[in-house]
């Protein structure tokens, strides 16, 4: 409001006392009672005063709008700004209308399912594609619970762990032949609601399916003819009939067949940790003694070679699958063998972290550069080739831990630093650790 319009709301304000002044001024001489002058002083100030008021107070209250001609003076400034406050209210309110409108058609138009939940896990809105997708329609389902439309036992779980950082996959019962990829992310005050995505991933779920199967299939019907190969290989090369020209060769052959098998064999290690997500056997496994185990079978992989020491927590076990893990802590473990030259240092630890029990190799070899780390736990890939097969490495041993790693819930950190080393940690959930002496007292009691 401009001071220089407020001051003119003034001016008006005390010209319109001015007038009864005089007239009391008048009344006054002519020996009228001064109760009766102030009282006529007063009465039209008080008059229009009352009049503007329960004006407003009516508009107000039946949510009229406030419209021109306005009073003059400074009741004139209060109409004049409540009505640009309401002007005001009015085009947010469009804005937001506008926006709700724009945001649903959008919602509308996604092909994946969405839905949004209350905090008992009951549908409070979903779009179009959530009723072809998940047999949610809203509004008929509003107030279901969500758990009673998507039956399904892991979703459940799901639900109620509250841990959304992994996608569930499901087939929902209406319709068998679709596959959902769903994801739970928290929003809203106090991030008590939930919203549900819901994907379509039917065709990568069945092209995935087929390369697992081929790959599983392809390297299953190799290794019995390449075993045969590798026997006849074995056989040839010590018989004592074989020309002596023809042994190097023979052993060439020998050792390509041998890189072959140990491919086949890691290529179906990855199908079987595919084909399920959690390990079928779970045990305490005893990490301390498997390893002790590794580094003796590192120490005769180096050769005396390389410095390896390992600090171990002696009492503290895990619980997962026992040849799942000494893969996976063997690979690491060999890998800072292979990878780094004569003279380096390993150093192997295995403790209770703040986050969790944590396995880590550490050496100080030549590093990876940053553009290969995302890479590295990728299928077949290695950063030096060349020096990487002379090293007899095919490139799918950290493919082997990342999958173990995640069928324990456990993550994989990697950084190294050119020149300096690197350092692989496996840190575990906290609910997988066990302590050497309650297992022993369960083993006894
Ligand atoms: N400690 C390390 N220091 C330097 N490079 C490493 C180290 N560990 C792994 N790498 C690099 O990461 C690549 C991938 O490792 P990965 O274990 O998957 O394959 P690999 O060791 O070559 O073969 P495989 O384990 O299948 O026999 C390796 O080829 C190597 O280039
Ligand atoms: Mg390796």
Do not use: I, K, Q
């Given at each position: 409001m401009p001071a220089n319009s407020i001051g003119r709301a003034i001016a008006f304000e005390l010209s319109f006392l001015l007038l009864p002044i005089a007239g009391g001024v008048l009344l006054a001489t002519l020996g009228v009672k001064l109760v009766w002058i102030l009282a006529l002083m007063l009465a039209p100030a008080l008059a229009r005063n009352l009049y503007y008021l329960t004006r407003l107070a009516l508009l107000i209250r039946r949510q009229h709008r406030l419209a021109p001609p306005f009073p003059r003076g400074l009741w004139g400034e209060v109409y004049r700004s409540i009505a640009r406050y309401q002007q005001r209210g009015r085009k947010s309110r469009k804005r937001q209308i506008r926006f709700t409108r724009r945001f649903r058609e959008a919602a509308n138009a996604v092909p994946d399912a969405l839905v949004i939940l209350d905090k008992?896990?009951?549908?409070?809105w979903a779009n179009p594609a959530a009723a072809k997708?998940?047999?949610?329609?809203w509004s008929e389902d509003d107030g279901r619970l969500f758990t009673d439309i998507l039956t399904n036992p892991g979703l459940d779980a799901l639900i109620d762990a509250g841990d959304y950082t992994r996608p569930l996959e499901v087939a929902p019962e209406h319709n068998r032949a679709i596959i959902l990829s769903l994801r739970i992310t928290p929003f809203g005050e106090r991030k008590r609601q939930r919203l549900v995505v819901g994907r379509d991933i039917t065709k990568i779920y069945h092209l995935n399916m087929i390369r697992r199967d081929f790959v599983a299939n392809a390297s299953h019907e190799l290794r019995t003819p390449l075993t045969v190969i590798s026997g006849f290989l074995e056989s040839l090369q010590d018989?004592?009939?074989?020309p002596v020209a023809h042994r190097r060769p023979l052993t060439l052959m020998r050792n390509q067949t041998d890189r072959m098998c140990s491919i086949i064999e890691d290529l179906l290690t990855l199908s079987r940790l595919e084909m399920?997500?959690?390990?079928e056997e779970q045990e305490s496994v005893d990490i301390p003694d498997e390893i002790h185990l590794i580094v003796q079978e590192a120490q005769a992989l180096s050769n005396g070679r390389h410095r390896i020491r390992a600090r171990v927590d002696e009492d503290l076990l895990l619980i997962g699958s026992e040849p799942e893990l000494r893969s996976a802590f063997s690979n690491l473990v060999f890998n800072a063998v292979k990878h780094t030259p004569e003279g380096s240092h390993i150093e192997i630890t295995w403790h209770d972290a703040e986050s969790g029990p944590r396995f880590t190799v550490e050496d100080n070899g030549p590093g990876i550069a940053p553009e290969h780390l995302p890479r590295l736990?990728?299928?077949?890939?290695?950063?030096d080739r060349a020096r990487s097969r002379e090293s007899?490495?095919?490139?799918l041993g950290l493919a082997i831990v990342k999958h173990v790693l995640n069928r324990h819930e456990a993550r994989l950190t990697i950084s190294s630093e050119l020149g300096h080393g690197s350092i692989f940690s496996c840190t575990f959930p906290q609910h997988s650790a066990l302590v050497r002496r309650e297992v022993d007292i369960s083993a006894t009691g």
């Open positions: 008992h896990h009951r549908v409070e997708l998940m047999n949610l329609r018989a004592p009939g074989t399920h997500d959690s390990p736990t990728e299928r077949f890939y290695r950063v007899g490495g095919t490139g």
